[in-house]
């Protein structure tokens, strides 16, 4: 029989499992539609990603939460957004999450100039 013991001093080469490990991450240029935005500090927004795909994404553009923030952009529901979107697959407590962050907002459309999108 074979039996192994450990000191205090043994604890620091111990490492537990991470709680949390990136298993993908990708940066794509997409168009989001607004469909509420939240302005608190790292709030997120629920866009639209597609025909019935709704998410919360993370606004991580600083020039664009500085033209909010300064009056310089003004939008509303519907409003549309081309966008760098980062989509980083996590695993965490044995379940695979989705976060979405936009890195870069390259151009806003509000919902009056959609009929000639980008």
Not at 13 to 36: F, G, H, N, Y
Not at 70 to 87: I, R, W
Not at 95 to 117: G, P
Request: proline share 2%.
């Amino acid at each position: 029989m074979f039996e192994e013991s450990f000191t205090k001093e043994d604890l620091g080469a111990i490492s537990a499992a991470p709680d949390e490990v990136t298993l993908t991450c990708s940066v794509d240029k997409r168009i989001l539609m607004i469909e509420t935005a939240a302005f608190k500090d790292r709030a997120k927004w629920k866009v639209k990603i597609g025909e019935q795909n709704s998410a919360f994404v993370t606004i991580n553009d600083p020039e664009f939460l500085a033209r909010i923030d300064s009056g310089m952009e003004h939008f509303g529901k519907g409003d549309v957004l081309l966008v760098d979107l980062e989509t980083k697959q996590t695993l965490s407590n044995g379940k695979i999450m989705l976060d979405y962050s936009i890195l870069k907002v390259h151009e806003h459309k509000t919902s009056a100039e959609q009929l000639s999108l980008f």
